[in-house]
Each structure stands twice: as structure tokens, then as C-alpha cells.
């Protein structure tokens, strides 16, 4: 197969795209047990909600009422901020 031809710019050949660094260049790469993390965070968070509504508020911890319902997002919140850091 024949190679294409190199674009010339004023008369001069202009060089490869390949040798441009790409943007990801230089971020460092998240641990490995980040991503099992921040998704077992939001399930927890997610079956947490689930037994204080199935529950009629009475479970997971008895007594605290509503305070049940923060319990669960904040857990599925520090989960999901995990997930905006996650490279």
C-alpha cells in the first residue's frame, strides 16, 4: 500500500502528530484499591437506604430516625467524590 504524503506547511514538511505528549501526560495513576472502594462505598450507601425504607425507619440503626437517611448519602457521597479522582 502506497504511504500517504507529509502536509507541508509554507514549503516545509511538518512533523508528526504522534510526537505531541498527550494530555494525560504526567497525571499519576490512581492505587489499585481505589475503584473497589469507591464502589463498595456506593453500594453500602445504596443498601443503607434501602433497609431504613424497607424498614419502615426502624433498621439500620434503631432510634436514630432520619438520621439514617444522612448516614446513607454520606456514605454514597464520600463515594462518589472518590469516583471524581479516580485516573
Known amino acids: 500500500m502506497p504511504e500517504s504524503k507529509k502536509r507541508k506547511k509554507n514549503g516545509h514538511e511538518v512533523a508528526d502528530d504522534t510526537t505531541l505528549p498527550r494530555w494525560t501526560d504526567g497525571i499519576p495513576l490512581s492505587p489499585s484499591w481505589w475503584a473497589p472502594t469507591f464502589i463498595t462505598l456506593l ?44 485516573r
Do not use: A, D
Not at 63 to 86: A, C, D, H
Open 43 to 86: 453500594l453500602v450507601g445504596l443498601v443503607w437506604l434501602l433497609v431504613y425504607y424497607i424498614s419502615g425507619g426502624q433498621y439500620p440503626i434503631p432510634g436514630v430516625n432520619w438520621w439514617n437517611l444522612v448516614i446513607g448519602l454520606s456514605v454514597m457521597m464520600v463515594g462518589f467524590i472518590m469516583t471524581m479522582k479516580w
